[in-house]
Nanobody, 121 residues
């Protein structure tokens, strides 16, 4: 089993910054990618940013230039630095891991419990 524990959400004023952290633990054999998704009220969950084991990253157009994803491979930890926040960034942010728990089982994806980010105007 794989567990993802997120931290760092909260309330911030527009223009401010927050840093989210997510640490993965459990039976992790190989990580393919780790990333962040978000879901605002009444909207579908969407990809915010993702980083692969090879080091490539991709971002939603709405956060490019403002958010930065980074990963500490040795600890299976991923961070999301969020700058120049706007009220439109308000959502529950979920950590995601895609990978394998063993060499002989199919890959799967895992989710954290979510952390609330609220940006006031």
């Amino acid at each position: 089993q794989v567990q993802l524990v997120e931290s760092g959400g909260g309330l911030v004023q527009a223009g401010g910054s927050l840093r989210l952290s997510c640490e993965a633990s459990g039976s992790i054999f190989r990580v393919v990618a780790m990333g962040w998704y978000r879901q605002a009220p009444g909207k579908e969950r969407e990809l915010v940013a993702r980083t692969t084991a090879g080091g490539s990253t991709n971002y939603a157009d709405s956060v490019k230039g403002r958010f930065t994803i980074s990963r500490l491979n040795a600890k299976n930890t991923v961070y999301l630095q969020m700058d120049s926040l706007t009220p439109e960034d308000t959502a529950v942010y979920y950590c995601n891991l895609m990978g394998y728990t063993s060499y002989d089982v199919p890959g799967d994806e895992y989710w954290g419990q979510g952390t609330q980010v609220t940006v006031s105007s």
